[in-house]
């Protein structure tokens, strides 16, 4: 799962961002409106966590922007100012959920959990494909009931792939979502993962028909 955070403190910017990128999850992160508003419209991002008072672009404004371009993307709005009328404005705008600093970051994990998980975006913390399954809150993976060991970014690639059975995913589209923003992935990195994932997903159970498929030329999918 991809996450944008938009907060122009540092402090608690790299702190929040450290701390979902300890979770699994793939994070980029600007300082400022206008920036995030860039990031925010150009890229696509599962959640985004969005200061409300920022430089250049203030965060209800963003979020009023990217609604009336049909951008629907939930977003958590921070902010230091708890009163209601501050919280309905910020909602009113088009903000699907309000957090008041200062936050236990496992308050704030727990929102964006909430909010990935939305019946309207199709997302779920436990995806089961076949014999195969993963909880989203405990990280753990088994195949045929046997705990499979990955590291976070196997977990994160598989995640991807997960929810998205039987369909074709281009190495681009993984890249965007699995990696930062930031990282410099090559595609043939891709590649090296879905092997790594084959090795542990697929090679160790030779009487069970293989998940993960390479369509070629255009990428890959797992399932039948």
């Known amino acids: 799962m991809r996450i944008l955070v938009v907060e122009d403190e540092h402090k608690i910017a790299n702190a929040i961002t450290q701390g979902l990128r300890h979770e699994s999850y793939a994070v980029d992160v600007v300082y400022d409106g206008i920036k995030g508003y860039d990031f925010a419209s150009g890229e696509e991002y599962d959640v985004i966590i969005l200061d409300r008072m920022l430089p250049g672009m203030e ?3 963003m979020t009023k922007r990217l609604r009336s ?3 629907h993307t939930p977003i958590l709005l921070l902010t230091a ?3 209601v009328s501050e919280r309905v404005e910020g909602l009113n705008s088009g903000a699907d959920d ?5 936050f236990a970051f496992e308050e704030l994990l727990a929102r964006v959990r909430s909010l990935a998980r939305r019946p309207e975006r199709t997302l779920s913390m436990r995806l089961i494909l ?3 399954e ?3 809150l405990t990280f753990e993976v088994k195949r045929q009931g046997k ?8 977990y994160a690639l598989l995640e991807y792939l997960m929810r998205h059975p039987n369909q074709i995913v281009s190495k681009k589209q993984i890249i965007d979502h699995v990696w930062d923003y930031e990282a410099n992935i090559l595609p043939n990195t891709v590649e090296v993962y879905i092997g790594y994932l084959r090795n542990k997903i697929d090679k160790p ?3 069970t028909p293989p998940l993960i498929h390479t369509v070629r030329g255009f990428g890959y999918k797992i399932g039948n």
């Open 134 to 136: 993963i909880d989203g």
């Open 130 to 132: 076949k014999d195969l």
């Open 205 to 207: 159970f030779p009487n």
């Open 69 to 71: 371009e049909n951008i």
């Open 98 to 102: 309000y957090l008041v600093k200062p």
């Open 147 to 154: 705990h499979v060991k990955l590291s976070s970014k196997e």
């Open 59 to 61: 965060g209800a404004e």
């Open 81 to 83: 100012k708890g009163q």
